[in-house]
């Protein structure tokens, strides 16, 4: 290889229900990079345990977003879809990854410090070491591009940290095995054997705001529903959290440095735009001075419109779960022969086989 191959990977987690946020921050664009790039898509149901699911809601969840990417319209034939535990080599590597990562870095994470509240000593190694394994799930594949919401952000860049750091012990092992890839670091080129991936967060819709508090990111863990517009919803269900969402009294701004102050005015008009594949200044010029009692039925329609082709496919697809298990087992057969790749590899350099 002269340089890294182009490969998209991305993955979700099935945990709740999928969200709007979901669904226009990641899985829209996973759709989108299939006519660029050879993509592979995993559902991880690894990093599900670490909130510590039940069987049956890991089980079904894995299927239901597996079906969620077939009906949004990724091709699992030209393309791999998959689940992670089918992979043994992403848990592999990860081990591998959990002995370069430092505690200091995985310390700063935000989303343990989230997830894990203020009972720290509780909570799971899985859940401490939880970017380790993401790391393992793109570097793998070696892949180069990974579309996430805004969210991911610091776990990508821990994922480059690892690269960089594996690239930086390993550098003459893996020159000396002819397994390095020309890499640009400032004005030298190194030989690695990771690339350092790179986020794809662009968009209007890198961070769907909760429908309740616009403040907070929409989640599949918040436990009140009405924050959140879930893929699966009816569209009586998805009018009436529109209905509700919180909003101010005030009619929409002419501009978007109208917005100043009134974030759940912000998040309405950005899913908007979002759904509508336009921007926000194009959505106020026609909504504009309307009240929300304008504008909300409007936006209501639209995401109906939006959404409900999928959710019907969504339970199509669900009332067959034989034929996704059999999709998922096609798509881990092919992955597993590109993550054996590597590993061989790894092992190689790591010095685990001669
Ligand atoms: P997860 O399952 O929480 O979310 C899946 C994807 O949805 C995006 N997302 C959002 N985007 C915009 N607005 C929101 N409100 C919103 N909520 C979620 C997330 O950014 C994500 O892209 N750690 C990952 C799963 C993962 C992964 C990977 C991702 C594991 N290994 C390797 C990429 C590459 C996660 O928990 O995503």
């Not at 226009?24 to 345990?49: E, N, P, S």
């Not at 043994?88 to 590597?93: G, N, P, S």
Request: proline share 6%; hydrophobic share 40%.
């Amino acid at each position: 290889m002269s340089s890294f191959e182009p490969l998209v990977f991305s993955g979700v987690q099935p945990t709740g229900n999928l969200t709007l946020g979901n669904y226009l921050g990641a899985i829209r664009k996973f759709v989108a990079l299939q006519d660029t790039h050879d993509c592979i898509y995993c559902v991880v149901d690894l990093h599900a345990l670490t909130v510590n699911p039940s069987p049956k809601e890991l089980t079904d969840g894995t299927r239901s977003i597996a079906a969620a990417f077939l009906a949004s319209g990724i091709d699992p034939v030209k393309h791999i879809v998959f689940n992670q535990s089918r992979v043994h080599q992403h848990a592999e590597l990860a081990w591998i990854f959990n002995c370069v990562a430092r505690m200091g870095w995985l310390n700063r994470m935000t989303q343990f410090k989230e997830k894990a509240g203020k009972d720290r000593e509780n909570a799971s190694v899985g859940l401490f070491a939880y970017p380790a394994l993401m790391a393992a799930d793109i570097l793998a594949y070696r892949a180069t591009h990974v579309p996430v919401g805004d969210d991911q952000k610091q776990h990508l860049e821990l994922t480059r940290d690892i690269a960089q750091k594996f690239n930086n012990d390993y550098s003459s092992d893996i020159a000396g095995l002819g397994l390095g890839v020309p890499m640009q670091v400032g004005d030298e080129t190194v030989q690695g054997f990771f690339p350092l991936t790179e986020p794809l967060i662009e968009g209007p819709a890198t961070r769907i705001m909760s429908l309740r508090d616009g403040t907070k990111k929409m989640s599949k863990s918040d436990p009140s529903d009405l924050s959140r517009i879930n893929l699966t919803d009816t569209a009586d269900d998805i009018a009436k959290k529109i209905r509700k969402a919180k909003t101010d009294p005030e009619p929409l701004p002419g501009g978007t440095d109208g917005f100043e102050g009134r974030p759940e005015a912000e998040n309405l008009v950005n899913i908007y735009a979002a759904l509508a594949e336009t921007t926000k200044d194009a959505v106020l010029g026609d909504f504009g001075g309307q009240p929300f009692s304008v504008f909300k039925p409007a936006l209501a329609e639209l995401a109906v419109e939006k959404l409900s082709p999928i959710a019907d496919e969504m339970r199509r697809l669900m009332a067959d779960p034989g034929h996704i298990d059999s999709v998922l087992a096609s798509g881990a057969e092919r992955a597993s022969v590109r993550a054996e790749k590597t590993m061989v590899d790894v092992k190689r350099i790591v010095g685990l086989s001669a």
